[in-house]
C-alpha cells in the first residue's frame, strides 16, 4: 500500500513536469504531498456492537496537493490557470489508473465516472449495467437553491455541494447515481473558476479513487495480502485443507422466505498448522428446509479466496411448513412459524463443520385471510353453533400470527327455504361471539349463560392455527347471519 502511494505521487509528479515544460512553466512544490490509500471495509454488528467486518477493497485519497506555477516569459495569458486544470484532471485519473496497473482489478474516478458519463451509449448500458438517462449538470450560486432539493442525493453530499458553493466554487454532478462493474454511487468536481483549483470527489468523500470489482474478482494472493496484511501468507496447496469452520457472523440469519440471505454462508479453511488456505474446494449442502443455492441447487461447490474463505449464497424457501420452528419475539402473543435451513459444508477429505449452519426464514407480510371454518354452519335458535376461523397468510400461504382479525356479524335474514314468513323481528336475542378460552363453551350453552351477548363484534389476535370466535346464535328462527373476519386491508365472509 505505501509503494502504491508512492508510485502515485511519482506518476502524478512526472506528469505535471511533462506539462509544465510544454506550457512553457516553472513550478515548485512548497510542502509534501498527502496521499492515503488503504483498505474499505463492510462492518458487522451483533447486539448493535461491530462483531468482524469483510474486506471490500482498497481506495485512494489525495489529501493534500499544493503546487506554484511561475511563466518564463513575461506573458500573462492563462497557462497557470490551464496547467492547474489539467494537472487536477490527472490526478483523479491516475487514481483509478494506479489501480489498474498495479493490481490488474478494475476500478473508478471522478475523471473515469464523467467519462462514462459523457460517452454513455445510447441503451444506457455501462459494463453491462443499466444505467438511468443522465447528464452533467452545474451547480453554482445562481441556481443552486432551484437545483438541489431536486436530487436525490445523501445529506452529506448536499451539504459538502452547498458549502462549496458558498466558497464561490462552481459544482458539476451527474444527475443521478451511476453504475459500473461492482460499485454504484456519484462523483461530482468542485471547482474555483478563477484559480482552476478543482476537489474531484467520489462518494463517501473521497477526494480519490477506489476499485470497482468484488473481492471474488481480484488476482486471489493480491486479495489475500491486502485483506489480510497482518496474518500469515496463505497456503496456496489445496490439498493441504485441514480444519473448516463458521464465519460465526453468517450463522443465524433470519429472513424473508424467499429472498437471499443479507450475507452469504462462509465458512474458512485452514492447513494443519492453522494458516489459511486459498484455492481449497469447499461443498455446502442442504440438510433440512426449502432453501437453495443459486441456480435454485441444494449443493455447491466454491473455492476459498486468499483469505481462506469460501462463500455461498443461500436464498431462503417459499413453505415455513417445511422443517418447521417456532420463534417467540418479545411483546409477541404467539409464536411465528418459521422454516429452519439446516446447511452444511465439507472439504474433500470429509472434514465438515461441528455444528451446521442455521437460516430462518420469516412469513412475509400479509397477502390475504383464509377463511378455515364455519362457512354454511347451522344450528338452533338461541344455542351454540360452533366456531368460525380464519388465517392471515403471506402470498406463499404462510399463516402469519399476531395478527388482528375482527369477526363481525350482521343481523338476520330470512332463508328462503323457511315455510313462515317472519312478521316480527327479534332484536333482544341478537347472534353473539364469545372468545374460544371460556370454559363454559365446553358445555354447548344456550343464549346467554356464556359469555357477553353484547358481543356482536370481537377482536381476536391469530397463532399459526389462525384465529377463531365462537358462535351463539339468536332468536329468529330460519335465519341466515354473514359473519365478516377482516384484518387491515383484507376481509374474508362466512355465509
Known sequence: ???????????????????????????????????????????????????????????????LRRIETVTRTQSTDDRSQTF???????????????????????SISTAKLFQLVTSLPSNGSIGGNAQPGTS???????????????????????????????QNFTVRIPQSEMTYEDWSGIGYIKENPSTGESGWMLSGSIAGGMTAWDIDRWNAIVAGTLSNPYSEPANYDPASAHYIQKIASTDMQYGIVGDALDEPLQVKVTDAKKAAVAGAFVTFTVKAGGGTFDNMVTSVTVSTNGSGIASAPFTLGKYTKVNSTFILEDGDTYATQAEENIIDAALPSGANLTMPFTALGLPDAADHLTPLHGNNKWGFTLSFAGFVSAAVEDIYNNPISNATVTFSVGGPVQNPDHQCAWTTIDTTHKTYFTETGLACIKNAPTWGTCGDTSKQELAVVTSHYGASAQVILGGMDGANYTVTAKAPSLSATFE
Do not use: C
Open 136 to 166: 452533467i449538470i452545474t451547480i453554482d450560486k445562481t441556481n443552486i437553491d432551484a437545483i438541489l432539493p431536486t436530487l436525490s442525493f445523501d445529506d452529506h453530499i448536499k451539504e459538502d455541494i452547498t458549502n462549496s458553493v458558498n
Open 84 to 106: 492547474t486544470k489539467l494537472s487536477s484532471l490527472q490526478g483523479s485519473i491516475l487514481e483509478n489508473r494506479i489501480f489498474e496497473d498495479d493490481f490488474q482489478v478494475q
Open 1 to 63: 500500500m505505501y509503494e502504491a502511494a508512492n508510485h502515485y505521487i511519482d506518476r502524478w509528479n512526472k506528469a505535471e513536469d511533462e506539462l509544465a515544460s510544454l506550457l512553457h512553466l516553472s513550478i515548485t512544490r512548497p510542502i509534501p504531498t498527502v496521499v492515503t490509500v488503504g483498505g474499505m471495509i463492510d462492518v458487522t454488528y451483533l447486539l448493535d456492537m461491530p462483531h468482524g467486518f469483510t474486506w471490500k477493497g482498497v481506495f485512494v485519497d489525495a489529501d
